[in-house]
Nanobody, 127 residues
């Protein structure tokens, strides 16, 4: 049974930083690409960024230069370092894992490559 558990969310002032974690279990973490998404109230879920099994990263334009994704395969954990946070970053942040091993999908920014999702962690940025 694959499980993804996010942590690290909270309340922060605009301009502040948070680091989210996504702990994975139930499959060989190092061989799967992973992604971060977010969903704000009343809005559709949107792509934040992804990290491949080779550690290459991609980011949404809205977070590029402010957010950094990394992974620690020894700990089966993916991270999202968020700096210079803005009120519009307020959302539930979810992590997801690819369906296929050793694969990077050209549609990495959609739901298509992912099969398991975490429950999410709330990030609130006050102005």
């Amino acid at each position: 049974q694959v499980q993804l558990v996010e942590s690290g969310g909270g309340l922060v002032q605009a301009g502040g930083s948070l680091r989210l974690s996504c702990a994975a279990s139930g499959r060989t973490f190092s061989s799967y690409s992973m992604g971060w998404f977010r969903q704000a109230p009343g809005k559709e879920r949107e792509f934040v960024g992804s990290i491949s099994w080779t550690t290459s990263t991609m980011y949404a334009d809205s977070v590029k230069g402010r957010f950094t994704i990394s992974r620690d395969n020894a700990k089966s954990t993916m991270y999202l370092q968020m700096n210079s946070l803005k009120p519009e970053d307020t959302a539930v942040y979810l992590c997801a894992t690819y369906k296929r091993q050793y694969y990077s999908d050209i549609y990495y920014y959609t739901d298509r490559p992912y099969d398991y999702w975490g429950q999410g962690t709330q990030v609130t940025v006050s102005s």
